[in-house]
């Protein structure tokens, strides 16, 4: 598609931020109105519509995106969204493992486990860790503090989580990377423990590397989103 438009700019709206084009509001999707939470989010909305050359490439607007989502997905129906984000929580690939006599399940372990465990400290629950793929349902317990702490969340924290989780196949890994300290490559890495083993054994095909990059580049912004969504500063 031909660009459009030579200006962008942002400026307040409501209780939050929006993006123009030649002074015109951008809208989602759906139509909604784009009012972002902060001004560091609609700055980097800002920076995608301005670094499009004389082709706008669709593929390159991922926190327009995770916008969208929040505005036209996760607000109209917050209790589905998070279903479905706390459905990652019951499949988390971290609580999941080889058997202790393999060599895979030491490196498991090394990785996972402290993730898993600052998880149970942080949240004040107790997560099943299985050996195996026969699926063990979690405490129902852990399962409703995990949903109180998501329907404490905002709507764009949630749709940076529910990518996170997504790409990860952990909410572990997706909670893990809210944290102001948090590493998201060394987060991305532990989630892909298993596939790095393959690899190791067996040699990394090039385009399950090309597809791997893909998804770590979309996780690396899902976390990058849901800093700049959080930001209170105006620089």
């Given amino acids: 598609m031909k660009r459009f438009y030579r200006d962008v700019s942002v400026a307040p709206h409501d209780d939050g931020w929006r ?22 989010l609609a700055d980097a909305l800002a920076a995608e519509w301005a670094r499009q050359g004389e ?41 999941y493992r080889a058997d202790p006599d393999e060599p895979l399940y030491r490196r498991q372990h090394e990785l996972w486990e402290p993730l898993v465990a600052a998880l149970e400290a942080r949240e004040g629950v107790r997560l099943e860790r299985v050996s195996g793929v026969i699926h063990r349902p979690q405490p129902p317990a852990t399962l409703a503090t995990l949903r109180a702490r998501l329907e404490s969340a905002d709507d764009f924290t949630l749709a940076g989580v529910q990518a996170m989780a997504s790409l990860a196949a952990s909410l572990c890994v ?33 385009e399950a590397a090309t597809r791997r990059e893909r998804r770590r580049a979309r996780f690396m912004t899902a976390s990058e989103f849901t800093k700049l969504a959080q930001r209170s500063d105006l620089s």
């Fill in 55 to 95: 082709t706008v490439d669709p593929s390159d607007f991922v926190l327009r995106d995770l916008a969208d989502y929040a505005i036209d997905v996760i607000r109209p129906d917050r209790d589905a969204a998070i279903a479905g984000i706390l459905a990652f929580a019951e499949t988390d690939t971290l609580c």
């Fill in 174 to 206: 997706a909670l893990a990377a809210l944290h102001d300290d948090a590493d998201p490559q060394a987060l991305w890495n532990a989630a892909n423990v298993e596939e790095d083993w393959q690899a190791e054994l067996w040699g990394r095909d090039e």
């Fill in 19 to 40: 993006v123009a084009l030649d002074g015109r509001p951008i809208r989602t999707a759906l139509g909604a109105p784009q009012v972002v939470p902060t001004w560091a």
